[in-house]
């Protein structure tokens, strides 16, 4: 059983383009977040989706960037415009249910230059 | 949102000794988890632990929810255990909130 599957495992842009993130649950979850890690900090909650839904994006700044999870295939997080401040590691994670317990990938560390 | 309040912040230990992080919460959690980042920056789950206690090994876990908070304690560290350990609470929007983490050192 894989575990949850994040590509690319590093990621670096240019100022303004855009950036795709990719996150496959693990099998039988149906609940994914996504979190960013900026450096020396603590994981900060983004936004949780399920199955094209977006349940709560109270953590995801209104600009720039969106999320989803599509009925085929894996959940993309976009940033578009990116800036020096997005510079961070983002990471999935995916739950069967609510209350359960969370697995997370091993994140995308995105660079911008 | 809730608050989660990780001591210490930092902890240098001697290949051997043994510790005991604590996790506290400002309001009731409906899961908890504790979490180990290793040097290379993977996030390896330690124990899912809403109530009770665990142990895995040399790691073992306590929450005792009435008092809203958790304790992970370490024995006979090695120096392999270096890296940061954090826990989460799951609140009504079911997602984690994390608190700041506990980087630990283990000397050989």
Redo the contacts between chains.
């Keep these: 059983n894989a575990g949850v599957m994040q590509n690319p495992r590093h990621l670096v842009r240019r100022r303004g383009q855009e950036a795709r993130l990719r996150c496959s649950p693990m099998k039988g979850h149906s609940h994914v977040y996504w979190y960013r890690q900026l450096p020396e900090e603590g994981l900060k909650f983004m936004v949780y989706l399920q199955k094209e839904n977006i349940i709560d994006e109270s953590g995801m700044p209104k600009e720039r960037f969106s999320a989803e999870f599509p009925k085929e295939g894996p959940s993309i997080l976009r940033i578009q415009q990116v800036v020096r401040g997005d510079s961070a590691a983002y990471f999935c994670a995916s739950q069967p249910g609510g209350d359960t317990e969370a697995f997370f990938g091993q994140g995308t560390r995105l660079t911008v230059v | 949102g809730i608050q989660v309040e990780q001591s210490p912040p930092d902890l240098i230990l001697q290949e051997g000794a043994n510790s005991t992080l604590r996790c506290n919460f400002s309001d009731s959690v409906?899961?908890l988890?504790w979490?180990h980042q290793n040097p290379w920056?993977?996030?390896i789950?330690l124990f899912?632990i809403p109530s009770g206690t665990k142990q895995n090994g040399r790691l073992s876990a306590t929450t005792v929810a009435t008092e809203r908070y958790s304790l992970l304690y370490i024995s006979s560290s090695q120096t392999t255990d270096s890296g940061v350990y954090?826990c989460?609470g799951?609140t009504g929007?079911?997602?984690?909130?994390?608190?700041?983490?506990t980087r630990l050192q283990v000397q050989p």
């Design positions: 409906n899961n988890q979490f920056g993977q996030l789950n899912y954090f989460a799951e929007r079911r997602a984690l909130t994390f608190g700041s983490g």
